[in-house]
């Protein structure tokens, strides 16, 4: 068999298994297939997509298969694997991961397990995400109200009359720990002689009723616990209320001092009055919180695209191989970076004498060895032709495509390694075509310019492609064993 043979061989293989791969995580695919639907309604399902998890404490248990506008609310229809039952009172809500990570269907199951959800059934609990916009409203009204707040206290013990009313309070109060310690001191002798006559009464009805009825004896023992109790804590007792009497002159000094900082504040002095006075606080955590909505807005648009391209050359027969990154911030802008393994990376000759016929002859050999290069791109689109520059194979380099076909054919150059020795810049001119969503062709002309060391080839390939949502998919099909 020749060589052109088995490689068109490969190459038809090649194609099957990308085909039967592509199929398989496309929503034409059977993974969609598998398992049964159900159904949940949200007020929103912003930054949710399609094929995004369904967890259940914490375990993915199913996909996100589509969403639909219903009734002006969100419907999401869930694929729940077969083998997992969701009880009936189970609650759905939708989560995200980390703080700008990406969104997930959240089932927090509930107590009837007895009873699970049919196929074709619908999750009737459901808690609303948090909106980042009703935080910043919410976070808005409550430094209104510290506002309002403080300004009531500034009106309210500011003034003259208030510090009056506060000082004439504390005066009644010391006036009547005062008389309460004259009673007590003046009275102490009588109340010693008061308990010391409850002590006896107590004494001579216990003896009474010792030969009468239990209950009588109780009460006496209660009556003469008291009296100990009354007798040994009034002291202790009277040494608080005096030094309480003593801390009230403190409390008139610390009111009046009060009243001075909180005079400061309405005037506008210090930190905390121009925090209370000035709305540039207010403005500058409104203007942040903004900003971190527009951030996590923006990081929402980010898409991320990864793709494998393999092209069969026709000198040297050899296979050259990309992988690349895409990044792609807006719909007419991206960057990429990549890898490249050429076959024909590195040039080399070397030049040796032989005998031919009994006369030497110089013979110079000349050869390519493979080697790993690197692409680093900037693209922007206008219209249908996209420019981009940077780095192509370890050299700089331009290009320019121009898309058809609602995007999937792509007609294309590239220009790059303009300082080759004794040859003109590398050239290439290709074109790729999607057949499916992650499937295409590709095929063209490399080394345009070429025409020394037959570096001029024509070649034929095809790659497969994914978006981040396709990776998440992929990666979900995997199964993951110890």
């Known amino acids: 068999m020749s060589r052109e043979a088995r490689v068109g ?48 404490a914490g375990v993915p248990i199913g996909k996100v298969e589509e969403i639909q506008l219903v009734a002006n609310r969100a419907r999401l229809v869930l694929r729940i694997r077969p083998e997992i039952g969701i009880p009936i009172d189970s609650v759905g ?14 089932i927090l199951p509930g107590k009837d397990v007895q009873r699970n959800l049919p196929a074709g059934g619908r999750v009737a609990n459901t808690q609303s995400p948090t909106n980042l916009d009703d935080m910043v409203r919410k976070l808005s009204a409550i430094g209104d109200d510290v506002k309002k707040f ?54 001579d009805l216990s003896d009474m009723s010792s030969t009468n009825k239990e209950d009588v004896r109780v009460t006496i023992a209660n009556l003469r616990a008291f009296s100990h109790t009354l007798k040994t804590e009034t002291p202790g007792l009277v040494r608080k209320l005096e030094k309480m009497s003593e801390g009230m002159g403190g409390l008139d000094n610390t009111l009046a001092a009060a009243g001075n900082v909180m005079a400061k504040i309405d005037r506008g002095e210090g930190t905390l009055g121009k925090l209370v006075n000035d709305n540039t606080a207010h403005t500058a955590l409104t203007d942040t919180l903004d900003g971190i909505n527009r951030f996590v807005r923006k990081t929402d648009q980010l898409k991320a695209f990864i793709d494998y391209r393999l092209e069969w050359q026709e000198r040297p027969s050899e296979f050259k191989h990309y992988v690349n990154l895409r990044l792609q911030p807006a719909a007419d802008k991206y960057y990429s970076i990549g890898v490249v393994d050429d076959p024909r990376g590195k040039f080399s000759s070397s030049t040796s004498t032989v005998t031919v016929n009994g006369a030497p002859t110089t013979v110079t050999e000349e050869k390519f060895d493979d080697k790993l290069k690197i692409s680093a791109l900037i693209a922007r689109r206008f219209s249908g032709f996209t420019v981009k520059g940077g780095v192509i194979e370890s050299t700089g380099g331009l290009g320019l495509d121009y898309e058809l076909l609602k995007d999937r054919l792509t007609i294309g150059a590239d220009a790059y390694d303009f300082t080759r020795k004794d040859l003109p810049p590398h050239l290439k001119l290709y074109g790729n075509y999607d057949i499916v969503k992650n499937l295409f062709v590709t095929g063209g002309v490399d080394d345009v310019l070429a025409t020394e060391r037959n570096l001029r080839t024509l070649f034929l390939g095809f790659g497969i492609k994914f978006a981040d949502e396709d990776i998440k998919t992929v990666l979900g099909a995997v199964p993951i064993r110890p």
């Open 150 to 203: 403080t300004e009531s206290l500034s009106d309210t013990f500011g003034t003259e009359e208030g510090k009056k009313a506060l000082g004439d309070i504390l005066r009644d109060v010391r006036a009547t720990t005062a008389t309460l310690r004259s009673v007590v001191t003046g009275n102490e002798q009588r109340f010693d002689r008061i308990l010391a006559n409850v002590d006896r009464l107590s004494a």
């Open 9 to 56: 061989i490969f190459v038809l293989l090649g194609l099957i298994v990308l085909t039967y791969f592509t199929f398989r995580v496309s929503k034409w695919g059977l993974i969609a297939e598998k398992g049964y639907r159900l159904t949940v309604d949200f007020d929103t399902a912003s930054g949710l997509e399609p094929k995004s998890d369904v967890k259940m």
């Open 93 to 106: 809500t939708i989560q995200t991961q980390g703080l700008l990570g990406e969104k997930y269907v959240e």
